[in-house]
Nanobody, 116 residues
Framework: QVHMVESGGGSVQAGGSLRLSCSAS????????MGWFRQAPGKEREFVAA????????YYADFVKGRFTISRDDAAKTVYLEMNSLKPEDTDVYYC?????????WGQGTQVTVSS
């Protein structure tokens, strides 16, 4: 059974930084793509960033390019999202996803709140 757990969310002022972590248990990790998504109440969940397996590429939504960095530590089965220059519009619940059959495996989400 694959289980994903996000952490690192919180409240920060505009211009600040946060580092999200997502730890995986069960199943494989190093040969799976990983991604971060975010969702506000009443809105569609949207893609933020992804990282392929085994030194593959990284991909970002245009609205986070240059501000957010996704990385992974396969030994620790953890994926990170370093978020800098945060804006109030980055306020959302952030979810990590592990590539897998069907819709993959999702964590429960972590709240990020950016105040102006």
């Amino acid at each position: 059974q694959v289980h994903m757990v996000e952490s690192g969310g919180g409240s920060v002022q505009a211009g600040g930084s946060l580092r999200l972590s997502c730890s995986a248990s069960g199943g494989t990790f190093s040969n799976r793509g990983m991604g971060w998504f975010r969702q506000a109440p009443g809105k569609e969940r949207e893609f933020v960033a992804a990282i392929l397996w085994s030194g593959g590429g990284t991909y970002y939504a245009d609205f986070v390019k240059g501000r957010f960095t996704i990385s992974r530590d396969d030994a620790a089965k953890t994926v990170y999202l370093e978020m800098n220059s945060l804006k109030p519009e980055d306020t959302d619940v952030y979810y990590c996803k592990r590539e897998g059959a069907g819709n993959g495996y999702w964590g429960q989400g972590t709240q990020v709140t950016v105040s102006s």
